[in-house]
């Protein structure tokens, strides 16, 4: 009986670039890839993603809010935060009285992913504009210092990361302001306080 030969599929192919990609993050930071091209960075593992309109997220840079690594992609920012910030979102918002208002600010977690970047101080390459792009780029071992919330024995000082909350609570102020500045055109107006 003759074997049976099947013909053999050739994978898809890669641009080189995106091969090198996928290396860089998996060799350096340890981050899974999937998917591509583009290559995909996945979410929920070695972190969660917040991620907002990039005019509310330009002005949440311009805060003293400490952060992590942030990327731009397109109109939206992408806030990385420590695994599990994703499904801390909405109990956050309704704790710090932004529940049920309308601020397009949205979390990545557990089974999401995102458009990997250039990694940092390689070129990008024949990018589409809109294409992925690091504004604050990530850095080996930077999942330590990844917002999170604060936990038991976490104490003051340089080793401490920076707080989600915050970094929440700055994000809803500033999708609200963007939000009630493009419904306005622009149009800037007084805050009245009481």
């Known amino acids: 009986m003759a074997a049976t030969v099947l013909p053999t599929v050739p994978p ?3 641009p080189p670039e995106e091969g090198a990609y996928a290396a860089w993050y998996g060799r350096v930071l340890g981050w899974t890839v999937t998917g591509g091209p583009p290559a995909q960075l996945a ?3 070695g972190f969660d993603v917040l991620e907002l309109p990039s ?3 330009t002005a949440l840079l311009r805060r003293p809010v400490a952060t992590g690594p942030v990327a731009l992609m397109g109109r939206r920012m992408r806030f990385l935060v420590a695994p599990g910030g994703a499904e801390e979102l909405d109990g956050l918002l309704d ?3 932004w529940g049920g208002v309308a601020l397009d600010l949205t979390a990545l977690g557990a089974g999401g992913r995102i458009t990997a970047p250039a990694p940092p101080g390689q070129p990008p390459g024949e990018s589409p504009r809109g294409a992925a792009v690091w504004l604050r780029p990530p ?3 930077c999942e330590a210092l990844l917002p999170a919330l604060p936990g038991p024995g976490r104490t003051a000082g340089p080793a401490r990361r920076p707080d989600l909350v915050r970094l929440v609570a700055a994000a809803a102020t500033e999708c609200h302001r963007a939000r009630l500045g493009r419904r306005t055109n622009g149009v800037r107006q007084p805050l009245a306080f009481s």
């Open 12 to 14: 898809p192919r890669v």
């Open 43 to 45: 979410t929920g593992i």
């Open 55 to 57: 005019d509310a997220g």
């Open 95 to 97: 704790w710090l009285e």
């Open 139 to 141: 850095e080996q071992g």
